[in-house]
């Protein structure tokens, strides 16, 4: 390496470092809108044919793959530029400018390294929005089969589908008729006994004093009537309600 200490030979790999520095500012530029242009086109082609979004996307797929390799290509390029510019830095004859050819090593080797993951995190971001779109475009074709399919089959399904609904909704009402009726029987259990205690007390006087006992009598014949009238209606109700959940 004879000249690797000229000032001439360190000036060729910073010329040589800022030229690939641009090229790959300008490639992931590009790449980075082929991405974005790659994601937009996918949304707004979901509800169009299947002709042309197979031709964009294959041919998207083509310019992705190609500028990958390019951009691959220019950072393993910059990679070992930097590296040379490493070894200049170590030579003997560098000794006395080490500091300033140091701290402009460090800046080189900075870009690179932002270039470097700013071309992995583009990378990875379409990978993974033509995975997951590959994914969706597999299901909705599935779903297209499905509904192109027996139309008969399909008939078939969406009246078990309507019965099984039908089943659940008279077993939601049964559950609901069968809710009142014990909220209702607790409801009267607990009035039953409330007159049971209220008649124990309103017996003992009528015994005390007899011309009560009349009115009492025709209170209890007027509360039997009623008890008819309530649990006719409470039958009624009933039978309705089973007719309607089994209709």
């Known amino acids: 390496m004879a000249g690797m200490g000229s000032s001439n030979y360190w000036e060729d790999l910073r010329k040589q470092a800022r030229q690939l520095e641009n090229e790959l500012d300008l490639k992931l530029v590009s790449f980075s809108k082929l991405c974005t242009s790659y994601n937009s086109s996918r ?10 979004p197979l031709l964009n996307n294959s041919t998207q797929d083509r310019m992705f793959d190609t500028m990958s390799v390019e951009i691959e290509q220019l950072l393993a390029k910059l990679t070992a530029v930097n590296d040379k510019m490493a070894e200049y830095t170590n030579a003997p004859g560098a000794a006395s400018l080490n500091a300033a050819l140091m701290h402009t090593l460090q800046r080189h080797r900075d870009i690179l390294q932002d270039y470097t993951h700013e071309f992995h995190k583009t990378k990875g971001n379409f990978l993974a929005i033509r995975e ?12 297209e089969m499905y509904k192109s399919g027996s139309g008969v089959n399909n008939r078939r399904t969406e009246l078990f589908l ?6 659940r909704n008279s077993d939601r009402l049964m559950d609901d008729t069968i809710s009142i009726a014990m909220a209702t029987k607790e409801n009267m259990t607990s ?7 209220i008649q124990s007390r309103v ?6 004093f007899p011309a009560i006992n009349n009115l009492i ?5 007027r509360k039997r009537r009623d008890s008819l009238v309530l649990g006719t209606v409470i039958g009624v109700c009933t039978i309705l309600l089973l007719l309607y959940a089994f209709h």
């Open 203 to 208: 017996n003992t006087l009528a015994n005390r």
């Open 217 to 221: 009598q025709r209170i209890n014949l």
């Open 132 to 143: 997951r779109e590959d994914l969706l475009g597999s299901v909705r074709k599935d779903i």
């Open 43 to 52: 949304d707004g082609r979901r509800d169009t044919s299947d002709t042309t």
């Open 162 to 167: 309507k019965e099984h609904e039908h089943l």
């Open 191 to 197: 009035q039953r006994g409330m007159l049971k205690s």
